[in-house]
C-alpha cells in the first residue's frame, strides 16, 4: 500500500494521494492500539473493498450538480436511495450481471501484450537515456517539463512521467555516480549501484541502508504535507489544496473494443521467462564523474522546443 501512496503522489493524482495516506495511518493506528482489527483485516484483506463506495459515488455525482448546497445534497443522496427498487438493484445500476468485457484467456492475452509493450519502452529508454532533456522554468514558480523523443516525439510532458528522484531536492544527475550532496569518494573504481525505484546512484559505502538518503526526506516531507490537508478536510471540511491542483487526465470509456484473441498458460510463462530477463539485463551507462560538485546541482533554464504538428514533421 506504501507503494501505491508513492506512485499516486509521484503522478499527483489529487485525492487519491491523500485518501491512501489516511488508510495507511488508520492501519498503522489498528496494528497498534486494536491488533484484533488488524488481524482481522490482514487475513481478509477484502473486506475493504471499496468498489460500493465508488458505485455509490458515481451514482450520486450523476445526479447532482457541483453548485447544489449542502441541503441539496442531502436531500437528493436521501430521494436517490429511499426506493427500495432501487436498493435491491443497485448493482444493476453499472453492470449487468454475469456480463464481463473479456474472458479469462484475452486478459492472460492482454497481459502479455502489456508486458511486452512495458519491457519494449524499458528498453528504448536505456538506448536513448542522452535524448531526454528537462526544460526547467524561467519563473520562480514555473513547473519543469520534459521531453523523451524516443517516446512522446518533442512534446513537452510534465514531469510527473520521471522517476521519483525528481520529487526530491535533489534529482538523479546521470554524469555522475554518487548523487549524495556529502559524497567524498574520489576512488573511481569504488563500487556503485542505481536504486531503480527511483533512479538515484550512490557507491556502497556512501549508503547506511538499502532506502534512498535523498529520497526519503522527499518523502517524509510529503506524508507531513498531504496529512496537514488531509486532516484539514476532514475536521474542517476545508479542502482547498493548491500545490495538489494538477488537472487529471480524463479515463476514456472503452467501446466498440476489438476482438482480442486468447492464449495458453506454456505461452505466458514463456514470455514472462523472457521479459524479466531482458529487464535483468538493462543497465545504465556509467557516468563520467565520481560525485557531482555544487555547479553541477545548479538547475540551469533551457530553451523550450516546440513539438512538432503530427509525427510526419518530427525529424530525429
Not at 473479456?102 to 528504448?124: N, P, V
Not at 535483468?280 to 512538432?308: D, F, G, Y
Request: a neutral charge; proline letters at 5%; aromatic letters at 6%.
Amino acid at each position: 500500500m506504501v507503494r501505491i501512496w508513492i506512485m499516486f503522489t509521484s503522478l499527483k493524482r489529487r485525492h487519491y494521494n491523500k485518501a491512501i495516506l489516511v488508510r495507511i495511518s488508520m492501519i498503522s493506528h489498528w496494528k497498534t492500539q486494536f491488533p484484533e482489527m488488524y488481524n482481522l483485516l490482514k487475513a481478509w484483506i477484502i473486506l475493504s473493498d471499496e468498489h460500493p463506495v465508488e458505485s455509490t459515488h458515481s451514482i450520486i455525482r450523476a445526479q447532482t450538480r457541483h453548485s447544489d448546497t449542502a441541503a441539496q445534497l442531502v436531500n437528493k443522496v436521501k430521494s436517490i436511495f429511499v426506493s427500495k427498487t432501487k436498493q435491491a438493484n443497485f448493482r444493476l445500476n453499472f453492470t449487468p450481471p454475469k456480463h464481463f468485457a473479456f474472458s479469462h484467456g484475452q486478459l492472460k492475452y492482454l497481459k502479455i501484450k502489456s508486458s511486452e509493450f512495458l519491457t519494449t519502452t524499458l528498453e528504448e529508454i536505456i538506448k536513448n537515456q542522452s535524448s531526454t532533456t528537462l526544460h526547467y522554468p524561467k519563473k520562480e514558480n514555473g513547473k519543469v517539463k520534459v521531453t523523451m523523443p524516443q517516446l512522446f516525439w518533442n512534446k513537452m510532458m510534465k514531469e510527473n512521467i520521471l522517476p521519483m528522484s525528481f520529487l526530491s531536492d535533489t534529482p538523479s544527475n546521470e554524469n555522475t555516480k554518487c548523487d549524495l550532496p556529502a559524497c567524498k569518494v574520489d576512488d573511481d573504481n569504488e563500487d556503485w549501484s542505481v536504486l531503480t525505484g527511483c533512479w538515484h546512484s550512490f557507491h556502497n559505502i556512501c549508503m547506511d541502508s538499502a532506502a534512498c538518503p535523498l529520497c526519503k526526506e522527499a518523502i517524509n516531507k510529503k506524508v507531513e504535507e498531504l496529512g496537514n490537508v488531509a486532516k484539514e478536510a476532514i475536521l474542517f471540511g476545508n479542502t482547498a489544496d493548491l500545490n495538489d491542483a494538477d488537472n487529471e487526465d480524463e479515463e476514456v470509456a472503452m467501446e466498440n473494443c476489438p476482438i482480442v484473441p486468447t492464449t495458453n498458460d506454456d505461452q505466458i510463462s514463456e514470455s514472462v521467462t523472457e521479459m524479466k530477463a531482458r529487464i535483468t539485463n538493462l543497465a545504465p551507462s556509467a557516468p563520467s564523474e565520481i560525485h557531482s560538485t555544487q555547479e553541477q546541482r545548479k538547475h540551469i533554464a533551457a530553451e523550450p522546443c516546440k513539438p512538432p504538428h503530427c509525427k510526419t514533421c518530427h525529424t530525429q
